[in-house]
């Protein structure tokens, strides 16, 4: 049931990961219904919007408060397709909270090129395991 919702998922939704759209979902009815975001698409949407609010208080120049811990979620989440939590996937997210905590520790100066570094190193990843919403993460570097 959980496997061919991913696919349904897949077949409607192949803007966000565009891995498994090419494969027809046999039976379309209940699942469709049923389907639910994981956890990390739903961290990752989290996260798509705090960063979005954080690329307006610096653009206004306001305080960016601190780093929030959920990010660290990045590291347990449940994925969609658990396969991608390979080597690799640890290497990227591990740089990219780096760089998401290096941005409250940067002066005013150096604020925009870090947080610009921390949404390279989302499309970084996004490169490796899911590059549907790479052009909407695009749209919080800060120009
Ligand atoms: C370490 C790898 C990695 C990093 C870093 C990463 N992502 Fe993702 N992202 C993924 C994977 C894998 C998925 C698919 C999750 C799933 O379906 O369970 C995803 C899914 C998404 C989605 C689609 C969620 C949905 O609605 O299905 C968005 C939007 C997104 N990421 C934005 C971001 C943003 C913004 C950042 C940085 C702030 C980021 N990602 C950092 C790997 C990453």
Excluded: W
Excluded at 32 to 57: D, G, H, I, P, R
Excluded at 70 to 91: C, Q, Y
Excluded at 127 to 142: A, E, F, H, M, Q
Aim: charged fraction near 30%; charge should be negative.
């Amino acid at each position: 049931m959980r496997k061919l919702s991913i696919l349904i998922l897949g077949s409607i939704f192949f803007l966000s990961c565009d891995t498994a759209k090419n494969e027809t979902p046999k039976n379309n009815e209940e699942e469709l219904v049923m389907y639910e975001f994981s956890e990390m698409a739903l961290l990752m949407e989290e996260m798509y919007k705090t960063n979005e609010e954080l690329k307006k208080k610096i653009l206004n120049k306001e305080a960016i408060g601190d780093f929030s811990d959920k990010f660290l979620n990045i590291h347990s989440a449940v994925l969609t397709n658990p396969k991608d939590r390979d080597a690799s996937f640890e290497i990227f997210s591990k740089a990219f909270v780096e760089n998401q905590q290096a941005i409250f520790s940067a002066s005013p100066e150096e604020v925009r090129d870090q947080f610009n570094l921390m949404v390279n190193s989302c499309i970084a990843c996004h490169k490796t395991t899911c590059s549907g919403p790479i052009p909407r993460i695009k749209k919080l570097l800060i120009k």
